[in-house]
C-alpha cells in the first residue's frame, strides 16, 4: 500500500475538520472570543484538535475583517521569527499554537505586544480560556468512518485504541495508519 493510499495518511488526517461541541456554534464561539477582546486560549492535553480548531478560526476570525498572523511552535524548534510581533498591525491578531513553550520572558513580550491573541495551550491559565477541546470515543468513531468508511465490527477496536492513547487523537491515527499499512502488506505478501 502506497502511503497516499493509506486512510489515515497524514493528508487525510490533516483534511479532518473541527467539530465543535454540541450546541455550540461557531457564530457564539467568536461572539464569545470578541467578549474576551480577542485575547484567549484554546486548551486541552494533546491530540485534542487545538491546531485543527485554530486552524478553522483563522477564516472566520479573517472574515470579521482581522488579518490572522500565526506563529507555530514545537517541542522540538522552540525558536521563531519574532519580527513578526513587531509588524503587527491595528488589525493583526496573532495566533500563536504552543504558547506554553514560551519562556517566561518571551511569554511576557507576546502578551503586552498583542492586541489581539489567540493561542493554543496544554493547560488553562496564560489567557481566559475560549474553548476547552476535548475527545471521545464517539468522536473518534465518526472521524475513523469518515477516514475509512463504515466500522464493519471494529467499534471495539477504536474504543480500546481511544483508551490506550488516553483520548489523544493524533496518536490513534498514527497506530491505525500503522495497522492499515500492515494489513495491507500481509494481504499482498
Not at 478560526?57 to 479573517?62: G, K, N, S
Not at 482581522?66 to 506563529?71: D, I, K, N, P
Request: glycine share 6%; proline share 5%.
Amino acid at each position: 500500500m502506497r502511503a497516499r493510499d493509506n486512510p489515515f495518511s497524514s493528508d487525510r488526517v490533516e483534511g479532518l475538520r473541527y467539530r465543535l461541541p454540541e450546541g455550540l456554534s461557531w457564530d457564539q464561539l467568536l461572539e464569545r472570543l470578541a467578549s474576551l477582546r480577542w485575547r484567549a486560549a484554546l486548551v486541552g492535553p494533546h491530540g485534542r484538535g487545538k491546531t485543527t480548531l485554530l486552524e478553522e478560526l483563522a477564516p472566520r476570525v479573517t472574515a470579521r475583517g482581522f488579518r490572522v498572523r500565526t506563529v507555530t511552535l514545537r517541542q522540538e524548534e522552540r525558536r521563531s521569527d519574532w519580527k513578526l510581533l513587531r509588524s503587527l498591525g491595528p488589525d493583526d491578531i496573532l495566533f500563536l499554537d504552543g504558547a506554553e513553550l514560551l519562556g517566561r520572558l518571551a511569554w511576557t513580550a507576546v502578551k503586552l505586544r498583542c492586541r489581539r491573541l489567540v493561542i493554543t495551550s496544554h493547560r488553562p491559565g496564560l489567557l481566559p480560556t475560549l474553548l476547552e477541546c476535548d475527545t471521545s470515543p464517539e468522536l473518534l468513531a465518526d472521524l475513523v468512518r469518515e477516514l475509512a468508511g463504515e466500522l464493519t465490527g471494529e467499534e471495539p477496536e477504536v474504543r480500546e485504541l481511544f483508551a490506550r492513547h488516553d483520548g489523544n487523537l493524533r496518536a490513534v491515527f498514527w497506530e491505525m495508519y500503522d495497522q492499515a499499512y500492515s494489513r495491507n502488506r500481509s494481504i499482498t505478501s
